[in-house]
Every structure is written in structure tokens, then in C-alpha cells.
């Protein structure tokens, strides 16, 4: 009977449904298959030393196992697959789940274009830095190279972006977000980061700032509006997402902008294509004094 090789790698789903451990089916599938398709890639390439999403050169593939309370949360396992005695190195059992888990928040990272990308990078370099035995002989020592993984992580993003679009499927549709791995080293994908992800168009992930806005539409059933931006160079109309819970009460901000013409200043997200505003996630606001506009 085949045997984990090394501990679980947790995914956890959050909000709306999996609060009470639901989440739509084929969403939840789809994602299960994205994630795992991303986690096998990079497994192999540990072992390996080969980077393909081709399954067929797969000798360790991940298998998912019994769902978790806790909101929603599943577990996925690495199993042998070549049908022969396994006997890996030592040292990759030791690093491999923490080494998967932190190429996967760098991937994803690179993908969204944050700053934040080389972070999850210098962690891989630290831990190839202090385990000396995987530093060493890995790749023939590349793990000590900064460069070299920064390549490996970006070859990873591209041989892997259709399993990327694949992996949050259901966030921001029956879940609100989900994380992939230990709360330490976790990848968090919110609505924002889910647009990018799932987007075959080049999108990538602004900062949370501040914005003073004029709601010119709004859907209270799944916060879906469209929000003149009154603060920027030129002013303009962008579609918008409302995530505040705020917007489910009676009387809220947003409707009595909308009703009364009012301003709001707003704490956003923006998701970026070809360095403007494709869609602003909102999830904060206050209405303002006319004046201040």
C-alpha cells in the first residue's frame, strides 16, 4: 500500500458557502485539478530536476484525501506513482513540502506581478542556505543561486498558467478566498487575485489605496457596480466589485450614494491591464464632504 511521502499540503476554502462546508461542484473541481496540476509540476521538478505539466513523466502524483471541517478544507497527499520501491533522497522528503508550498506562492505571485514575488523567492534561497546538504547537491548547487531560481520560477509560471487559471475557480463565485499551505509559508487568493489568475487576458494586481468614487450602478445581490473615479488625473467610469459586507444592510453607504448622488472615499484593490484600471475591488468606504472633492 502506498505511503505519503511527506506531510499534507493543505487548501482551505473561506466565505459565503464554505462556511457551512459547502462550495459548488464542478468550481470545486476544477480547482482541486488546478491545484494539484501546479503541485505535481513543481514536485517533479524537485526530484526530477525537470520542469514539464506533462503527467505522463510523473513518477510522485498528489492525491487528494478526506475533506476537513474548519470552513472548508482539503488535503493533498504525494504519492509514489512509478509502481517501484521509492528511494529518494533523504533531504527532499525533509524540504519537499515546505519547498512546494513556497514555489507555489512564488509562482502564483509572479503571475500577479506583485512586488512581493521575490519574497517567496529569497525564502526557497534561505532554505536551500540552511539545509546544506539540499543547497548543495539539488541541481547541482543552483539553489544558492538567486538568479537561477528566480528563472525556475518563472518558467514554472509559464508552463503552468493553464492550471493557474484552473486553481481559483471558485473564489469570489461560492467562496470568498482560499489558501494553499501552512498558515507560515501560505499562498492567499482573494476575489482580486482570482480575476488575474483566471484571466487569459494579461492582467495584473494593483495596491490597496484609497479612492474617492461617485456610484453610478450598483447590483445589492453580488456587488457588482460601475464607480466614476474622482481623484484620478482624469476622471473616469470603471466597472467595480463591491466586497464590504456593509453593502447586505439596510440603508448602507453605497445604495444612499447611488440614491442621493453622494461621494465616498473608498479603500480598493484595482486589478491592471496595460497599466489602467480594469476593475476595482472595493471593500471599505465612508461617505465624504462634497467639498473635499
Known amino acids: 500500500m502506498s505511503e505519503p511521502l511527506f506531510e499534507p499540503i493543505p487548501i482551505a476554502y473561506r466565505g459565503l458557502l464554505a462556511d457551512q462546508h459547502f462550495v459548488d461542484a464542478q468550481q470545486f473541481g476544477r480547482s482541486l485539478i488546478g491545484t494539484t496540476k501546479l503541485a505535481n509540476s513543481i514536485c517533479h521538478e524537485l526530484f526530477w530536476e525537470n520542469i514539464t505539466h506533462d503527467p505522463r513523466s510523473y513518477h510522485i502524483r498528489f492525491c487528494v484525501g ?3 471541517e474548519n470552513g472548508l478544507l482539503q488535503e493533498i497527499f504525494a504519492i509514489s506513482n512509478s509502481g517501484q520501491l521509492p528511494l529518494y533522497s533523504p533531504i527532499l522528503i525533509t524540504v519537499a513540502k515546505k519547498f512546494i508550498e513556497l514555489s507555489i506562492k512564488a509562482v502564483i505571485d509572479r503571475v500577479l506581478s506583485k512586488k512581493e514575488s521575490n519574497n517567496a523567492v529569497d525564502r526557497i534561497h534561505e532554505l536551500a542556505m540552511a539545509h546544506n546538504e539540499f543547497g548543495k547537491q539539488v541541481h547541482e548547487g543552483h539553489m544558492r543561486d538567486k538568479a537561477w531560481l528566480q528563472r525556475m520560477i518563472t518558467t514554472m509560471a ?5 492550471s493557474i487559471r484552473q486553481l481559483p475557480d471558485p473564489v469570489g463565485r461560492t467562496v470568498n478566498h482560499m489558501q494553499i499551505g501552512e498558515a507560515s509559508v501560505a ?3 482573494d476575489e482580486p487575485a482570482a480575476e488575474v489568475l483566471r484571466s487569459p487576458d494579461m492582467l495584473s494586481l494593483g495596491e490597496k489605496e484609497e479612492y474617492v468614487v461617485r456610484i453610478h450602478g450598483v447590483f445589492k445581490t453580488n456587488g457588482a457596480c460601475r464607480v466614476e473615479i474622482l481623484n484620478a488625473p482624469k476622471k473616469k467610469i470603471v466597472s467595480g466589485k463591491i466586497a464590504d459586507d456593509e453593502l447586505l444592510k439596510p440603508g448602507n453607504i453605497y445604495t444612499r ?3 442621493e448622488g453622494l461621494t465616498l472615499r473608498v479603500v480598493a484593490q484595482p486589478t491592471m491591464k496595460d497599466r489602467k484600471i480594469n476593475r476595482l475591488f472595493i471593500t471599505q468606504g465612508e461617505i465624504v464632504d462634497r467639498q473635499l472633492v
Not at 509559464?158 to 493553464?162: C, D, G, L, M, T
Open 187 to 189: 499562498t492567499v487568493i
Open 66 to 68: 478526506p475533506s476537513r
Open 158 to 162: 509559464r508552463e503552468n498558467r493553464a
Open 257 to 259: 450614494a447611488l440614491n
